[in-house]
């Protein structure tokens, strides 16, 4: 395993082949040179997430990401793609909670005719009235078929649980009414408001000296100004910690039961976030390495699959969920042995076994996280984002390496409260027995998913 160190430390070595600097409009950029293939990968990134949505325009920033390509002052919709076709390169554009994100991959050699469409995107779109339309029918179709999803209802409706109340809570493409209530004129507000360049990450890796990468972003980021003083230091308050038991239940005409509990969790640079990983691994994220996955499917067949996992937050609280699909007859059976198995856990803590497996899970799949140049722009962008540590893939394998049996207990006991959570089920409430779910201490409720 130690070649493999080896042979990350020399593409990591920051006076080797990376540059982090912040132009004089504010653009924060992170430039790596990667050796071995002609290729540039950029990610770009812009606090304009849908935590910024306006309430009652609840899918705004989405809908505004969606038209980033559908036409700027000098380019249409079919010059933004055909342009980018004929060098064989691709441009991915998605909404998070948090920022918005725009990738371009293209070969080495086409970097300029790549970072001139991009800039081009995001400097200077129009939003076509018909453009905006279409889109707005698009997201509002995409709404309709996931409301008729369980999965999906499960997810829009746990995360809303979890966040109650708060701008984190509510799914990044909106609800029909405020997707439908959204104007040309919103869309517009809200990008000169947060598409700005003091607002903006950008992580440009390629086999290009760091030296010349940074010319290049200079010419297409460097001279990007917008007017007004935009939103200034956007205050989110962090959200509530939930007290108590809930139980919400989703009536939707399903043969199964579908499930998912959990609470806030913690930020990425929480220094406990090592442990809390390999305890997660141990318990339920390492697939049917996992002891949920054992006890659940495996020893009981309650369920196809079943798991725990934390997501953790950029500036704000992310959250643990553990979820699983489980027959209506099994349901009562299955969900008070997630339970157990996770206080199993904060009681016994795992096996010498366990722990030396998911040690050895780390250590091999942590360094190839930056085996591509779309995966070593990634994890740059996550240490801008998270604010972590120069190599801290290197640093995490280091570190999970030295963890205890008592790490992995601590980290179950402290990030996993089973007192103090929201349980959501997707059901048929005609044919699931409420009764039978054996947690007299939860406050219940019967709900439609909106």
């Known amino acids: 395993m130690m070649w ?33 293939l002609p290729i540039t990968q950029v990610y770009l990134v812009v606090m304009a997430g849908s935590i910024y949505d306006p309430s009652g325009k609840e899918g705004l920033a989405n809908l505004t990401t969606a038209l980033l390509d559908e036409g700027t002052k000098h380019r249409t919709e079919e010059e933004i793609a055909l342009e980018i076709e004929k060098i064989g390169g691709r441009i991915y554009l998605n909404t998070g909670a948090y920022y918005t994100s725009m990738s371009l991959t293209v070969l080495s050699p086409y970097t300029d005719i790549g970072l001139d469409v991009i800039a081009d995107m995001l400097q200077n779109s129009i939003f076509p009235e018909e453009r905006v339309e279409k889109e707005r029918d698009r997201v509002l179709s995409g709404i309709k078929d996931q409301l008729s999803d369980p999965n999906s ?27 439908e209530s959204i104007t040309r004129e919103d869309i517009v ?19 290009l000296e760091p030296e010349e990468a940074l010319k290049k972003v200079k010419k297409y980021f460097g001279t990007w100004t917008v007017e007004g003083s935009g939103p200034g230091d956007v205050k989110i308050p962090d959200p509530q910690p939930i007290q108590g038991f809930h139980v919400k239940v989703f009536h939707m005409p399903v043969n199964q039961v579908f499930v998912a509990f959990g609470h806030l969790g913690p930020l990425r640079k929480n220094p406990d976030y090592n442990k809390i990983r390999l305890m997660n691994y141990i318990l339920g ?31 704000l609280p992310g959250y643990f969920r ?129």
């Open 4 to 36: 493999l160190f080896a042979a990350l430390l020399a593409i990591s070595n920051p006076q080797e082949a990376r540059m982090k600097t912040t132009l004089e409009n504010g653009v924060q950029v992170y430039v790596a040179q990667k050796k071995g």
């Open 153 to 179: 209802v499960l997810d829009r409706e746990f995360i809303k649980a979890v966040y109650a109340g708060h701008p984190l809570g509510h799914p990044e493409n909106g609800y029909l009414n405020t997707v």
């Open 189 to 207: 507000q809200f990008y000169q408001t947060y598409y700005r360049p003091e607002r903006t990450y950008l992580v440009f890796v390629s086999d």
């Open 285 to 315: 994220g390492g697939g049917f390495a996992s002891r949920m996955m054992q006890k659940v499917r495996v020893e009981k067949g309650f369920a196809y699959g079943v798991s725990t996992g934390f997501r953790p937050g950029v500036f």
């Open 322 to 450: 553990s979820t699983t699909e489980t027959k209506v007859e099994s349901a009562h059976e299955a969900i008070p042995l997630m339970f157990e198995v996770i206080r199993e856990m904060q009681e016994e803590g795992p096996t010498d076994q366990e722990l030396s497996d998911a040690k050895s899970y780390y250590e091999g799949s942590i360094p190839r996280m930056t085996e591509t140049y779309s995966q070593y722009a990634r994890a740059l962008l996550e240490e801008m984002l998270y604010g972590l540590p120069q190599n801290f893939w290197l640093k995490d394998v280091e570190e999970i390496k030295t963890l205890t049996r008592e790490d992995v207990i601590e980290a179950s006991r402290k990030y996993i409260d089973l007192n103090n959570l929201v349980m959501v089920l997707v059901a048929d409430t005609s044919k699931f027995d409420l009764k039978k779910l054996k947690f007299p201490h939860a406050d219940i409720s019967i709900e439609i998913p909106y």
